[in-house]
Protein backbone atom coordinates (compact mmCIF):
# COMPACT_ATOMS: atom_id res chain seq x y z
CA UNK A 1 0.00 0.00 0.00
CA UNK A 2 1.16 3.11 -0.91
CA UNK A 3 2.13 5.62 1.53
CA UNK A 4 3.31 8.60 -0.22
CA UNK A 5 1.65 12.22 1.18
CA UNK A 6 -0.25 13.30 -2.14
CA UNK A 7 -0.74 16.99 -0.38
CA UNK A 8 2.98 17.28 -0.07
CA UNK A 9 3.61 19.35 -3.62
CA UNK A 10 6.11 21.49 -2.56
CA UNK A 11 8.92 18.40 -2.95
CA UNK A 12 9.61 19.51 -6.48
CA UNK A 13 7.15 16.35 -7.69
CA UNK A 14 3.66 17.16 -9.00
CA UNK A 15 0.90 15.34 -7.90
CA UNK A 16 -0.11 14.24 -10.56
CA UNK A 17 3.53 12.26 -11.02
CA UNK A 18 3.11 10.95 -7.68
CA UNK A 19 -0.39 9.67 -8.56
CA UNK A 20 0.28 8.11 -12.20
CA UNK A 21 3.67 6.08 -10.40
CA UNK A 22 1.25 5.08 -8.01
CA UNK A 23 -1.30 4.17 -10.52
CA UNK A 24 1.81 1.84 -12.90
CA UNK A 25 2.70 0.29 -9.58
CA UNK A 26 -1.47 -0.98 -8.98
CA UNK A 27 -1.77 -2.18 -12.25
CA UNK A 28 1.49 -4.05 -12.71
CA UNK A 29 0.80 -5.43 -9.64
CA UNK A 30 -2.36 -6.59 -9.55
CA UNK A 31 -1.01 -8.67 -13.29
CA UNK A 32 1.45 -10.32 -11.77
CA UNK A 33 -0.01 -11.04 -8.71
CA UNK A 34 -2.58 -12.94 -11.01
CA UNK A 35 -0.34 -14.45 -13.41
CA UNK A 36 1.97 -15.30 -10.21
CA UNK A 37 -1.67 -17.38 -8.67
CA UNK A 38 -2.38 -18.76 -12.54
CA UNK A 39 0.58 -21.05 -11.96
CA UNK A 40 -0.91 -22.83 -8.93
CA UNK A 41 -3.76 -24.40 -7.56
CA UNK A 42 -4.29 -22.53 -4.38
CA UNK A 43 -7.57 -21.08 -3.38
CA UNK A 44 -7.45 -17.41 -3.93
CA UNK A 45 -9.68 -14.45 -2.63
CA UNK A 46 -9.89 -11.60 -4.83
CA UNK A 47 -10.22 -8.42 -2.90
CA UNK A 48 -11.46 -4.76 -4.22
CA UNK A 49 -14.43 -2.47 -4.63
CA UNK A 50 -17.78 -3.45 -6.07
CA UNK A 51 -17.43 -3.57 -9.55
CA UNK A 52 -13.83 -2.89 -10.12
CA UNK A 53 -13.61 -6.65 -11.93
CA UNK A 54 -13.33 -9.10 -9.38
CA UNK A 55 -15.40 -11.96 -10.84
CA UNK A 56 -14.09 -10.61 -14.34
CA UNK A 57 -10.47 -11.34 -12.69
CA UNK A 58 -11.38 -14.94 -11.28
CA UNK A 59 -12.09 -15.57 -14.67
CA UNK A 60 -8.79 -14.39 -16.19
CA UNK A 61 -6.80 -16.26 -14.02
CA UNK A 62 -9.09 -19.41 -14.50
CA UNK A 63 -8.58 -19.02 -18.43
CA UNK A 64 -4.79 -18.94 -17.73
CA UNK A 65 -4.17 -21.93 -15.53
CA UNK A 66 -3.94 -25.64 -15.94
CA UNK A 67 -7.69 -25.89 -15.05
CA UNK A 68 -8.87 -24.02 -17.86
CA UNK A 69 -10.27 -26.92 -20.33
CA UNK A 70 -12.97 -27.34 -17.38
CA UNK A 71 -15.49 -25.41 -16.73
CA UNK A 72 -15.88 -22.03 -14.87
CA UNK A 73 -18.84 -21.91 -12.38
CA UNK A 74 -19.77 -18.67 -10.76
CA UNK A 75 -22.55 -18.31 -7.50
CA UNK A 76 -23.24 -14.92 -6.60
CA UNK A 77 -24.27 -15.15 -3.01
CA UNK A 78 -25.68 -11.44 -2.75
CA UNK A 79 -28.55 -12.53 -5.37
CA UNK A 80 -29.64 -15.50 -2.83
CA UNK A 81 -31.55 -16.32 0.05
CA UNK A 82 -29.51 -17.92 2.82
CA UNK A 83 -31.46 -21.32 2.19
CA UNK A 84 -31.79 -21.32 -1.53
CA UNK A 85 -27.28 -20.50 -1.28
CA UNK A 86 -27.30 -23.98 0.49
CA UNK A 87 -28.80 -25.53 -1.98
CA UNK A 88 -27.06 -23.63 -5.15
CA UNK A 89 -23.70 -24.60 -3.72
CA UNK A 90 -24.36 -28.14 -2.57
CA UNK A 91 -27.28 -29.57 -4.51
CA UNK A 92 -29.79 -31.00 -2.58
CA UNK A 93 -31.51 -34.71 -3.23
CA UNK A 94 -35.06 -34.96 -4.07
CA UNK A 95 -37.91 -34.57 -0.98
CA UNK A 96 -34.92 -32.99 1.21
CA UNK A 97 -37.99 -30.05 1.78
CA UNK A 98 -40.98 -29.00 0.41
CA UNK A 99 -39.94 -27.75 -2.75
CA UNK A 100 -37.12 -30.29 -3.65
CA UNK A 101 -39.40 -32.72 -6.45
CA UNK A 102 -36.31 -33.55 -8.28
CA UNK A 103 -32.62 -33.64 -7.20
CA UNK A 104 -30.63 -30.81 -8.10
CA UNK A 105 -26.87 -30.51 -8.78
CA UNK A 106 -24.59 -28.23 -6.63
CA UNK A 107 -22.43 -24.99 -8.25
CA UNK A 108 -19.41 -27.60 -6.50
CA UNK A 109 -20.41 -30.24 -8.78
CA UNK A 110 -21.03 -28.41 -11.66
CA UNK A 111 -17.70 -26.83 -11.28
CA UNK A 112 -16.17 -30.43 -10.97
CA UNK A 113 -12.74 -30.49 -12.89
CA UNK A 114 -12.73 -26.67 -13.45
CA UNK A 115 -13.47 -23.43 -11.22
CA UNK A 116 -15.86 -22.20 -8.68
CA UNK A 117 -15.82 -18.74 -7.94
CA UNK A 118 -17.97 -17.82 -4.95
CA UNK A 119 -19.04 -14.02 -5.13
CA UNK A 120 -19.46 -11.12 -2.16
CA UNK A 121 -18.36 -14.73 0.32
CA UNK A 122 -19.08 -12.11 3.37
CA UNK A 123 -22.67 -12.84 2.58
CA UNK A 124 -22.19 -16.23 3.66
CA UNK A 125 -24.48 -16.62 6.59
CA UNK A 126 -22.44 -18.38 9.58
CA UNK A 127 -24.33 -21.63 9.41
CA UNK A 128 -22.94 -22.02 5.89
CA UNK A 129 -19.52 -20.77 6.72
CA UNK A 130 -19.34 -23.96 8.79
CA UNK A 131 -21.11 -26.46 5.99
CA UNK A 132 -18.34 -24.36 3.47
CA UNK A 133 -15.30 -24.95 5.75
CA UNK A 134 -15.98 -29.05 5.91
CA UNK A 135 -16.26 -29.12 2.21
CA UNK A 136 -13.41 -27.40 1.40
CA UNK A 137 -10.97 -29.17 4.31
CA UNK A 138 -12.00 -32.41 3.14
CA UNK A 139 -12.72 -32.45 -0.83
CA UNK A 140 -15.91 -34.08 -0.24
CA UNK A 141 -19.52 -32.32 -0.86
CA UNK A 142 -23.11 -33.58 0.80
CA UNK A 143 -25.96 -32.25 -0.80
CA UNK A 144 -29.19 -31.03 1.37
CA UNK A 145 -31.09 -34.29 2.53
CA UNK A 146 -28.08 -36.94 1.60
CA UNK A 147 -25.68 -38.21 4.00
CA UNK A 148 -23.76 -39.65 1.14
CA UNK A 149 -20.76 -37.59 0.59
CA UNK A 150 -19.29 -36.94 -2.88
CA UNK A 151 -15.71 -36.27 -3.51
CA UNK A 152 -15.12 -32.74 -5.40
CA UNK A 153 -12.02 -31.75 -7.82
CA UNK A 154 -12.71 -28.13 -7.87
CA UNK A 155 -10.36 -24.97 -7.69
CA UNK A 156 -12.43 -22.67 -5.31
CA UNK A 157 -12.36 -18.81 -5.84
CA UNK A 158 -14.15 -16.30 -3.43
CA UNK A 159 -14.49 -12.23 -4.04
CA UNK A 160 -15.32 -9.85 -1.33
CA UNK A 161 -15.03 -6.45 -1.08
CA UNK A 162 -15.37 -6.20 2.85
CA UNK A 163 -12.81 -6.33 4.19
CA UNK A 164 -12.36 -10.00 5.56
CA UNK A 165 -10.57 -9.58 8.70
CA UNK A 166 -12.55 -6.94 10.39
CA UNK A 167 -15.47 -9.17 10.01
CA UNK A 168 -13.71 -11.78 11.47
CA UNK A 169 -12.48 -9.87 14.29
CA UNK A 170 -16.36 -9.02 15.19
CA UNK A 171 -17.24 -12.45 15.22
CA UNK A 172 -19.23 -12.54 11.54
CA UNK A 173 -17.27 -14.55 9.76
CA UNK A 174 -15.20 -17.51 10.49
CA UNK A 175 -11.50 -17.38 11.13
CA UNK A 176 -10.65 -20.84 9.75
CA UNK A 177 -12.56 -20.57 6.67
CA UNK A 178 -11.12 -16.88 6.06
CA UNK A 179 -7.70 -18.52 6.17
CA UNK A 180 -8.66 -21.49 3.94
CA UNK A 181 -9.89 -18.73 1.44
CA UNK A 182 -7.33 -16.39 1.73
CA UNK A 183 -4.71 -18.90 0.32
CA UNK A 184 -3.46 -15.88 -2.04
CA UNK A 185 -5.05 -12.64 -2.01
CA UNK A 186 -4.95 -10.66 -5.13
CA UNK A 187 -6.34 -7.68 -4.80
CA UNK A 188 -8.16 -5.73 -7.91
CA UNK A 189 -7.28 -2.00 -7.88
CA UNK A 190 -10.29 0.16 -8.11
CA UNK A 191 -10.58 2.09 -11.73
CA UNK A 192 -9.31 5.16 -10.72
CA UNK A 193 -6.66 3.50 -9.87
CA UNK A 194 -5.93 3.05 -13.01
CA UNK A 195 -6.22 5.53 -15.61
CA UNK A 196 -4.65 4.16 -18.20
CA UNK A 197 -7.18 1.72 -18.73
CA UNK A 198 -9.78 4.22 -19.11
CA UNK A 199 -9.61 4.80 -23.05
CA UNK A 200 -9.54 0.85 -23.71
CA UNK A 201 -12.35 0.11 -21.21
CA UNK A 202 -14.81 3.35 -22.74
CA UNK A 203 -14.01 2.00 -26.78
CA UNK A 204 -14.49 -1.93 -25.50
CA UNK A 205 -18.02 -0.78 -23.58
CA UNK A 206 -19.30 1.64 -26.42
CA UNK A 207 -18.58 -0.59 -29.51
CA UNK A 208 -20.01 -3.79 -27.28
CA UNK A 209 -23.16 -1.77 -26.74
CA UNK A 210 -23.30 0.13 -30.62
CA UNK A 211 -22.64 -4.03 -32.11
CA UNK A 212 -25.45 -4.66 -29.10
CA UNK A 213 -28.16 -1.94 -30.68
CA UNK A 214 -26.89 -2.56 -34.07
CA UNK A 215 -26.03 1.04 -34.88
CA UNK A 216 -22.60 3.14 -35.12
CA UNK A 217 -20.60 3.60 -31.83
CA UNK A 218 -20.40 6.75 -31.08
CA UNK A 219 -16.49 8.25 -30.01
CA UNK A 220 -15.27 10.59 -27.13
CA UNK A 221 -14.10 14.18 -28.04
CA UNK A 222 -11.43 14.39 -25.76
CA UNK A 223 -12.89 16.75 -23.07
CA UNK A 224 -15.17 13.85 -22.72
CA UNK A 225 -12.58 11.36 -21.78
CA UNK A 226 -10.89 14.10 -19.57
CA UNK A 227 -13.74 14.39 -17.60
CA UNK A 228 -14.12 10.56 -17.02
CA UNK A 229 -10.50 10.36 -16.06
CA UNK A 230 -11.30 12.82 -13.16
CA UNK A 231 -14.57 11.43 -12.26
CA UNK A 232 -13.69 8.82 -8.68
CA UNK A 233 -15.75 5.81 -9.97
CA UNK A 234 -16.85 4.36 -6.83
CA UNK A 235 -18.58 2.07 -8.90
CA UNK A 236 -15.89 1.21 -10.73
CA UNK A 237 -15.88 -0.52 -14.39
CA UNK A 238 -19.28 -1.27 -13.59
CA UNK A 239 -20.48 2.28 -13.03
CA UNK A 240 -18.41 3.45 -16.39
CA UNK A 241 -20.49 0.87 -18.27
CA UNK A 242 -23.55 2.38 -17.07
CA UNK A 243 -22.43 5.85 -17.90
CA UNK A 244 -22.08 4.91 -21.31
CA UNK A 245 -24.84 2.72 -21.47
CA UNK A 246 -26.80 6.13 -20.65
CA UNK A 247 -24.75 8.56 -23.06
CA UNK A 248 -25.49 6.17 -26.09
CA UNK A 249 -28.66 5.38 -25.00
CA UNK A 250 -29.84 8.92 -24.86
CA UNK A 251 -27.35 10.76 -27.67
CA UNK A 252 -27.57 10.19 -31.72
CA UNK A 253 -25.84 7.39 -32.88
CA UNK A 254 -21.98 8.31 -34.30
CA UNK A 255 -22.27 12.02 -33.28
CA UNK A 256 -19.06 12.23 -30.39
CA UNK A 257 -19.70 12.23 -27.12
CA UNK A 258 -19.20 15.63 -25.01
CA UNK A 259 -17.89 16.23 -21.88
CA UNK A 260 -21.37 17.91 -20.75
CA UNK A 261 -23.20 14.71 -21.66
CA UNK A 262 -21.42 13.37 -18.26
CA UNK A 263 -22.51 15.98 -16.14
CA UNK A 264 -25.06 13.72 -14.22
CA UNK A 265 -22.20 11.89 -13.25
CA UNK A 266 -21.41 14.73 -10.62
CA UNK A 267 -24.81 15.65 -9.89
CA UNK A 268 -24.99 12.44 -7.83
CA UNK A 269 -22.39 13.11 -5.42
CA UNK A 270 -22.85 15.78 -2.91
CA UNK A 271 -21.05 17.47 -0.09
CA UNK A 272 -19.65 14.85 2.00
CA UNK A 273 -19.63 11.84 -0.04
CA UNK A 274 -17.48 14.68 -2.50
CA UNK A 275 -14.97 15.02 0.40
CA UNK A 276 -14.99 10.89 0.90
CA UNK A 277 -13.98 10.63 -3.25
CA UNK A 278 -11.11 13.16 -3.17
CA UNK A 279 -9.67 11.50 -0.06
CA UNK A 280 -10.01 8.48 -1.44
CA UNK A 281 -8.66 9.54 -4.52
CA UNK A 282 -6.00 11.01 -3.08
CA UNK A 283 -4.61 8.57 -0.42
CA UNK A 284 -5.27 6.14 -3.35
CA UNK A 285 -6.83 3.33 -1.08
CA UNK A 286 -10.32 1.96 -1.36
CA UNK A 287 -12.72 3.19 0.96
CA UNK A 288 -15.73 1.46 2.95
CA UNK A 289 -16.87 4.89 3.99
CA UNK A 290 -17.13 5.86 0.22
CA UNK A 291 -19.59 2.75 -0.67
CA UNK A 292 -21.81 3.65 2.46
CA UNK A 293 -22.13 7.35 1.62
CA UNK A 294 -23.32 6.55 -1.90
CA UNK A 295 -25.63 3.81 -0.46
CA UNK A 296 -27.07 6.52 1.80
CA UNK A 297 -27.30 9.26 -1.02
CA UNK A 298 -28.90 6.59 -3.30
CA UNK A 299 -31.31 6.27 -0.53
CA UNK A 300 -32.10 9.49 -0.35
CA UNK A 301 -32.54 10.39 -4.12
CA UNK A 302 -34.36 7.50 -4.73
CA UNK A 303 -36.98 8.58 -1.14
CA UNK A 304 -35.96 5.38 0.61
CA UNK A 305 -37.05 2.76 -2.32
CA UNK A 306 -34.38 0.35 -1.83
CA UNK A 307 -34.35 -1.51 -5.12
CA UNK A 308 -34.14 1.77 -7.12
CA UNK A 309 -31.31 2.52 -4.60
CA UNK A 310 -29.67 -0.56 -4.80
CA UNK A 311 -30.02 -0.44 -9.21
CA UNK A 312 -28.11 3.30 -8.72
CA UNK A 313 -25.40 1.72 -7.14
CA UNK A 314 -25.28 -1.38 -8.99
CA UNK A 315 -25.85 -3.88 -6.15
CA UNK A 316 -28.63 -6.42 -5.94
CA UNK A 317 -31.32 -5.33 -3.01
CA UNK A 318 -29.88 -7.58 -0.81
CA UNK A 319 -26.01 -7.09 -1.20
CA UNK A 320 -27.46 -3.28 -0.18
CA UNK A 321 -29.13 -4.08 3.02
CA UNK A 322 -26.88 -6.52 4.12
CA UNK A 323 -23.79 -3.82 3.54
CA UNK A 324 -26.00 -1.26 5.45
CA UNK A 325 -26.79 -3.47 8.02
CA UNK A 326 -23.04 -4.57 8.71
CA UNK A 327 -22.05 -0.41 8.58
CA UNK A 328 -24.56 0.06 10.89
CA UNK A 329 -23.44 -2.78 13.63
CA UNK A 330 -20.05 -1.48 12.68
CA UNK A 331 -20.91 1.57 13.73
CA UNK A 332 -22.85 0.23 17.00
CA UNK A 333 -19.74 -2.15 17.99
CA UNK A 334 -17.60 1.19 17.70
CA UNK A 335 -19.92 2.99 19.89
CA UNK A 336 -20.30 0.01 22.85
CA UNK A 337 -16.16 -0.57 22.85
CA UNK A 338 -15.70 3.37 23.61
CA UNK A 339 -18.21 2.87 26.31
CA UNK A 340 -16.62 -0.09 27.37
CA UNK A 341 -12.75 1.50 27.25
CA UNK A 342 -14.02 4.24 29.53
CA UNK A 343 -16.38 2.71 31.75
CA UNK A 344 -12.86 0.97 32.28
CA UNK A 345 -11.36 3.84 32.73
CA UNK A 346 -13.44 5.59 35.00
CA UNK A 347 -13.76 1.95 37.36
CA UNK A 348 -9.66 1.36 37.25
CA UNK A 349 -8.69 5.39 38.12
CA UNK A 350 -7.06 7.85 35.62
CA UNK A 351 -4.79 5.41 33.99
CA UNK A 352 -1.98 7.19 32.20
CA UNK A 353 -1.16 4.22 29.98
CA UNK A 354 -4.87 4.70 28.59
CA UNK A 355 -4.20 7.07 25.52
CA UNK A 356 -6.12 5.73 23.02
CA UNK A 357 -6.85 8.45 20.96
CA UNK A 358 -9.42 6.48 18.71
CA UNK A 359 -12.12 6.92 21.73
CA UNK A 360 -12.60 10.72 20.80
CA UNK A 361 -14.40 12.58 23.32
N1 LIG B 1 -10.90 -5.08 -17.43
C1 LIG B 1 -12.17 -5.07 -17.82
N2 LIG B 1 -12.51 -4.97 -19.12
C2 LIG B 1 -13.80 -4.94 -19.54
N3 LIG B 1 -14.84 -5.02 -18.71
C3 LIG B 1 -14.58 -5.14 -17.40
C4 LIG B 1 -13.25 -5.16 -16.87
N4 LIG B 1 -13.30 -5.27 -15.53
C5 LIG B 1 -14.61 -5.32 -15.21
N5 LIG B 1 -15.38 -5.25 -16.33
C6 LIG B 1 -16.85 -5.28 -16.39
O1 LIG B 1 -17.34 -4.53 -15.28
C7 LIG B 1 -18.46 -5.17 -14.70
C8 LIG B 1 -18.13 -5.50 -13.25
O2 LIG B 1 -17.13 -6.51 -13.21
P1 LIG B 1 -17.16 -7.68 -12.13
O3 LIG B 1 -18.53 -8.24 -12.00
O4 LIG B 1 -16.05 -8.62 -12.43
O5 LIG B 1 -16.83 -6.82 -10.82
P2 LIG B 1 -16.82 -7.28 -9.30
O6 LIG B 1 -15.68 -6.58 -8.68
O7 LIG B 1 -16.83 -8.77 -9.22
O8 LIG B 1 -18.21 -6.69 -8.80
P3 LIG B 1 -19.01 -6.98 -7.40
O9 LIG B 1 -18.20 -6.41 -6.31
O10 LIG B 1 -20.30 -6.26 -7.58
O11 LIG B 1 -19.19 -8.48 -7.31
C9 LIG B 1 -18.74 -6.40 -15.55
O12 LIG B 1 -19.73 -6.08 -16.50
C10 LIG B 1 -17.40 -6.69 -16.21
O13 LIG B 1 -17.56 -7.35 -17.43
Known amino acids: MSSAAPDRRDDGHSSAAVASSRTHSAQAEFQQQLERAAGSDATVLFTGESGSGKTRAAAALHGLGARRGGPFVGVHLGSLTPSLIESELFGHVRGAFTDAVRDRTGAFRRAQGGTLVLDDVDLLPLELQVKLL ?21 RLCATTNADLRQLVRSGRFREDLYFRLAVVVVHVPPLRARPDELPELVTGAVQRRAARAKVAPRTLTPAALERLAAHPWPGNVRELENALERVCALGPAGRPIEASEFDFLTEGLVGEERRIAREAIASGVSSADLEVAMIEEALEQQRGNVSAAARAVGLTRRALEYRLERAQKEEQDQVDRSAARRAARDEGGADASDSNPADGA
Not at 134 to 154: F, K, L, N, W, Y
Open 134 to 154: RTVQERVVEPVGSEAAEPIDV
